[in-house]
């Protein structure tokens, strides 16, 4: 398929198909199915959601080599390999960057966390990975619960200063940060 007309018209069906409640993943697969082209299935889904076309273009040069690894009629399976090159990136202010900030601070504390929290990171979902990792257990020798739970507090507490619709969660995330990291500090 040559760019232009036909690029324009991959657009304007992944954006129907994104407008209609498909996800990004289930557009490019459907595409990747009928067209067979699914190097420029991933532009069109990229460009649709609005992701500028340099980036997508850089996008699709950093996934290239995993369609070697895939077959006509697995899409669907590529689709959810590439589900991170459909995420758009969200722009946070200063605020929002220092939350984002500590929150990084805390998942390199923890020693480690679900590779699904990028998106998340990237999508600026920053209650969300709060009130994930408020929930964490330190077991064993992993990760410094003390560097851990200060950051935590730290974010819980930029966060519980916003008006949110989550503001009873966040608060009571808050809470156990503050009790985790007093019971650290009185060991």
Not at 160 to 177: F, K, N, W
Request: net charge negative.
């Amino acid at each position: 398929m040559s760019h232009g007309e036909g690029e324009g018209a991959l657009v304007l069906a992944a954006q129907e198909m994104l407008a209609g409640g498909q996800s990004d993943e289930e557009v490019f697969a459907d595409l990747a199915a009928r067209t067979g082209k699914w190097g420029d299935c991933v532009l069109a889904v990229c460009l649709a959601l609005g992701v500028p076309k340099t980036d997508a273009e850089a996008r699709l040069r950093e996934v290239e080599p995993l369609f070697a690894d895939f077959a006509v009629g697995e899409e669907e399976n590529l689709a959810f390999v590439l589900g991170h090159v459909f995420i758009m990136d969200r722009v946070l202010d200063e605020y929002d960057e220092h939350i984002r900030d500590l929150l990084g601070t805390a998942a390199g504390a923890r020693g480690s966390y679900p590779g699904s929290l990028l998106a998340w990171f990237r999508t600026g979902e920053l209650t969300k990975i709060f009130l994930y990792f408020a929930k964490t257990q330190f077991r064993g020798k992993r990760g410094s619960p003390p560097d851990f739970w200060a950051a935590m507090t730290a974010a819980g507490e930029l966060l519980a200063s916003q008006d949110d619709p989550d503001h009873e969660e966040v608060t009571a995330g808050l809470a156990r940060c503050r009790a985790q990291a007093a019971a650290i500090g009185a060991k």
